[in-house]
């Protein structure tokens, strides 16, 4: 499986915005990245993915390095509320490319102080 | 609202004594799956399932039983639960196209303690 490297904690405060890097190295040609977060006493919550081009939604834009050996997700106004541990992952074929599990590395966990 | 339910959320039990945990979802998701949370050692997979009566082995499957009769429910079996079960349960689903397969809607969890 790719494996992806992130920083243990990131530091932030409210109202900034906040780059989480995610290394990935090793990336095949049809991995997808996905982000996802895990808010305290939470089950993880999706929070975007991409291929190759830069991505945006309601909470986070995701920019992809050309390479694809890199990426950052990008929250624009940090609240409290975003205080989380934020996976990046990278689709893991499984066996026959039949299983979509989610392989967990240990995250980012991102303070934001008020 | 599009969601994961997982009943309970809490329990406390004793070695040996057989239990289940339930996983419901109401967005007709072919794909479930059953992860237990454990510090250090971060989510890993215990059982998934492709659809109604199709289920494999995930990473950590030791000591489960899962069965998926109907698509919305994905009970996870511990027939005799042992201490080392003791964690945090999380069930996920997803569906839909290839990509969106992976993006995966989790319940609350149930935190398991087994004396």
């Known amino acids: 499986d790719a494996k992806t490297t992130q920083p243990n904690s990131m530091e932030s405060n409210e109202e900034e915005p906040v780059h989480l890097p995610c290394n990935h190295s090793?990336?095949?040609?049809?991995?997808?990245i996905h982000w996802y977060r895990q808010l305290p006493s939470q089950g993880p919550e999706y929070v975007i993915h991409?291929?190759?081009s830069n991505v945006n939604n309601r909470m986070a834009s995701l920019a992809i390095a050309e390479d694809r050996k890199s990426s950052t997700l990008i929250l624009h106004r940090a609240t409290l509320r975003d205080a989380a541990v934020y996976y990046c992952?990278?689709?893991?074929?499984?066996?026959?490319?039949?299983?979509?599990?989610?392989?967990f590395g240990k995250g980012t966990l991102l303070t934001v102080n008020p | 609202e599009a969601q994961v339910t997982q009943n309970p959320r809490y329990l406390i039990t004793v070695t040996g004594k057989k239990l289940t945990v339930t996983c419901s979802q109401n967005m007709n998701h072919e794909y479930m799956s059953w992860y237990r949370q454990d510090p250090g050692l971060g989510l890993r997979q215990i059982y998934y399932?492709?659809?109604?009566?199709?289920?494999d082995k995930g990473d950590v499957p030791e000591g489960y039983k899962v069965s998926r009769k109907e698509k919305r429910n994905f009970p996870l079996i511990l027939e005799s639960p042992s201490p080392n079960q003791t964690s945090l349960y999380f069930c996920?689903?997803?569906?839909?196209?290839?990509?969106?397969?992976?993006?995966?809607?989790f319940g609350p969890g149930t935190r398991l303690t087994v004396l």
């Open positions: 992952i990278l689709r893991d074929k499984g066996r026959g490319g039949s299983n979509y599990k989610l392989t």
């Open positions: 399932s492709m659809n109604v009566e199709v289920t």
């Open positions: 996920a689903s997803s569906g839909g196209t290839d990509s969106s397969l992976y993006t995966q809607y």
């Open positions: 090793t990336i095949s040609g049809t991995d997808y």
């Open positions: 991409g291929l190759t």
